[in-house]
T-cell receptor, first 114, second 112 residues
Framework: NAGVMQNPRHLVRRRGQEARLRCSPM?????VYWYRQLPEEGLKFMVY????????ESGMPKERFSAEFPKEGPSILRIQQVVRGDSAAYFC????????????FGQGTRLTVV | GQQLNQSPQSMFIQEGEDVSMNCTSS?????WLWYKQDPGEGPVLLIA???AGELTSNGRLTAQFGITRKDSFLNISASIPSDVGIYFC????????????WGAGTKLIIKP
């Protein structure tokens, strides 16, 4: 049973470009959470999705950021017109039901904006 | 907003030594979690604590949920090289069963 798969592992974008981060949850998991981690800091909650629904996006910036979890395929975190401050590690976690103790994290995507 | 203060920020210890780290908050949490993050990897849950005063072990790891519900500590006994990594505490946001507030992490470095 494969774990949570995130790709790409590393992504370099120039300022103003778009970044698309993908997360394939573990088999049987229909809940996905996205987090951002800045260097030397803990994770910050961004958004919680279930299949085809955004449940809670209270941690996501209102502009330039969007997330989706379609019926088929991976969850996507999209950052438009990236700026240097978007450089961070982005982690997703998945769980079979709401809650964190059953949630498993992916290896993260390290976004660098140059 | 709520914040967790995790200390120490980093630790340099000899293999075989015991390790202790803690998290404090100005707010009450109903659940405390401890995670470990290896370089280039996502966090892995080590221990979850649900009740004030609870003491829980996982192998050489022991964690406690403080009586005041505003703190927690993690102990690692007889450290080994594979214990190297960053340890994070996290507290459950009251009213949510999925949102966590994370500490900044304790980086553990073991001298052979």
């Amino acid at each position: 049973n494969a774990g949570v798969m995130q790709n790409p592992r590393h992504l370099v974008r120039r300022r103003g470009q778009e970044a698309r981060l993908r997360c394939s949850p573990m088999k049987g998991h229909s809940h996905v959470y996205w987090y951002r981690q800045l260097p030397e800091e803990g994770l910050k909650f961004m958004v919680y999705l279930q299949k085809e629904n955004i449940i809670d996006e209270s941690g996501m910036p209102k502009e330039r950021f969007s997330a989706e979890f379609p019926k088929e395929g991976p969850s996507i975190l999209r950052i438009q017109q990236v700026v240097r401050g978007d450089s961070a590690a982005y982690f997703c976690a998945s769980s079979p039901m709401t809650g964190y103790t059953e949630a498993f994290f992916g290896q993260g995507t390290r976004l660098t904006v140059v | 907003g709520q914040q967790l203060n995790q200390s120490p920020q980093s630790m340099f210890i000899q293999e075989g030594e015991d390790v202790s780290m803690n998290c404090t908050s100005s707010s009450i949490f109903n659940t405390w979690l401890w995670y470990k993050q290896d370089p280039g990897e996502g966090p892995v849950l080590l221990i979850a604590l649900y009740k004030a005063g609870e003491l829980t072990s996982n192998g050489r790891l022991t964690a406690q949920f403080g009586i005041t519900r505003k703190d927690s500590f993690l102990n690692i006994s007889a450290s080994i090289p594979s214990d190297v990594g960053i340890y994070f505490c996290a507290g459950q946001v009251p009213g949510s069963n999925y949102q966590l507030i994370w500490g900044a992490g304790t980086k553990l470095i073991i001298k052979p």
